[in-house]
């Protein structure tokens, strides 16, 4: 079964310093992998994602991930961290099914709070 | 461009009464997606429509139910309300069903079981 775990269930970082969020996988076949932030009393919002190509992937407001296929990883990543970075991650893997075939959903992970400090 | 759109905002509904929330896709999308976000379980998978028919749904009893009308708009329905449905519903919508599509979020509906 496919599944995604954040280690984490919350980063503390001061701002300006580096951010990393957790995630690692578990599929059958190639990974379709996602990064969406939810602030509070919102729906989601995505970031960036993971289909093919090169492993650093870049997305939006200034983040980035590492694919990582030996160590099934998908780490996200902001090089200096704002107070407005402050809320909730998610990290999600396409629920590619038993056979192979999307099932057309994502599989979440159960977050990651991040707070960063003036 | 105007993103994922949800009704109502926020919905209170007694046990065993019926909810009924909408989602409306972005513009040129066709699939539609429901999860649930339920406090202490995550985000969970509902339902997947798709150009009209559903697609695949989520380990949830059949008092969930929905469909997408022809302009790809949707509507979730639960019926026989229980404390336990109390969550945020959220919406998502993507280009296709295809497995790279991103799919993007509507802001929510709050259902509130008393």
């Known amino acids: 079964a496919q599944s995604v775990a954040q280690p984490e269930d919350q980063v503390n970082v001061a701002e300006g310093n580096p951010l990393t969020v957790k995630c690692t996988y578990s599929v059958s076949g190639n990974p379709y992998l996602f990064w969406y932030v939810q602030y509070p009393n919102r729906g989601l919002q995505f970031l960036l994602k993971?289909?093919?190509?090169?492993?650093l992937v870049k997305g939006s407001y200034g983040f980035e991930a590492e694919f990582n296929k030996s160590q099934t990883s998908f780490h996200l990543k902001k090089p200096s961290a704002l107070v407005s970075d402050s809320a909730l991650y998610f990290c999600?893997?396409?629920?590619?099914?038993?056979?192979?075939?999307?099932?057309?959903?994502?599989?979440f992970g159960k977050g990651t709070k991040l707070s960063v400090k003036p | 461009e105007a993103g994922v759109t949800q009704s109502p905002t926020h919905l209170i509904k007694t046990r065993g009464q019926q909810a009924t929330l909408r989602c409306s896709p972005i513009?040129?999308?066709?699939?539609v997606y429901w999860y649930q976000q339920a406090l202490g379980l995550g985000l969970q998978f509902l339902l997947w429509?798709?150009?009209?028919?559903?697609?695949n749904r989520g380990n949830f009893p059949p008092r969930f139910s929905g469909r997408q009308f022809p302009n790809y708009s949707s509507e979730l329905n639960v019926n026989a309300l229980e404390l336990e449905d109390s969550a945020l519903y959220l919406c998502?919508?993507?280009?296709?069903?295809?497995?790279?599509?991103?799919?993007?979020f509507g802001p929510g509906t709050r259902l509130t079981v008393l």
């Open positions: 429509y798709d150009e009209g028919e559903e697609r």
């Open positions: 998502a919508s993507s280009f296709s069903g295809g497995t790279a599509d991103t799919q993007y």
């Open positions: 993971y289909i093919t190509g090169d492993n």
């Open positions: 999600a893997v396409r629920d590619m099914g038993a056979y192979g075939g999307s099932q057309g959903n994502l599989i």
């Open positions: 513009s040129g999308h066709t699939s």
